[in-house]
């Protein structure tokens, strides 16, 4: 038998290596199928309950609408400040047949002109149920500090009968399904309501946007 040249390694010491490489990559590569099939199962299983939710409770989202607005109260003073006391009247419709919401105390309702609070108060807590729809009827007070130009123009847009008023509402919402309460969210809705005056005594009219809404966990 002949030693192999000087610097030549045996050619079945090649072929072994290359065997085990081989063999490791395979075993890599079912690693891989392995754990792609199980997320695709996941999301199957997860479509599946997304689809039996809404096949099943028929989830649709409650509407909130702007009703009316009293004026109890609203002034300019000398000081370039405004004192409001306004009740807005709500109304909150839930369509759903098997769900339900808590609407929690940590709740704020403001109004404001031109990113300067008037008026604020809270929306009240209640359990509103299947299929219900339910008038709130909520006071709002405040006394807040404009400068010249912003208080000009308050009484410029009272005297055009075109105020731009901001409703801006946090409250806290538990939703219901049946019995089981899910966690609690943080729910925001923006509205902007034109009012062609501010009156103390008269009905002023309503001119609404569509709402916004955000939802924070």
Known sequence: MHNPPYGKAPRYGGEYYYEERRRGGNFCVRCICCVYCFLFFMILVAAALVFYFYAYYDPKMPTYKFQSLDVKEFGYQPDFSVTADLIITMKA????KMIG????????????????????????????????????????????????????????NEKHGRIPLKVM????????????????VNVF?????????????????????????????
């Open 169 to 184: 509402v946090k409250v806290p919402v538990q939703v219901v399904l049946r019995d089981i309460k899910l966690r609690q």
């Open 101 to 156: 919401f808590i609407y929690g105390e940590d709740s704020s309702i403001n109004v404001t002109y031109s990113d300067s609070t008037i008026c604020s108060g809270k929306v009240p807590a209640f359990h509103q149920g299947h299929k219900n729809t339910t008038i709130m009827q909520i006071e709002l007070k405040g006394k807040s500090q404009f400068g010249s130009g912003l208080y000009e123009a308050l009484q410029d």
């Open 93 to 96: 419709d839930n369509p759903n």
């Open 189 to 217: 809705v923006n509205s902007t309501l034109i009012v062609n005056n501010l009156k103390p005594g008269q009905k002023p009219e309503i001119e609404d946007s569509k709402p916004t809404f955000k939802v924070k966990f």
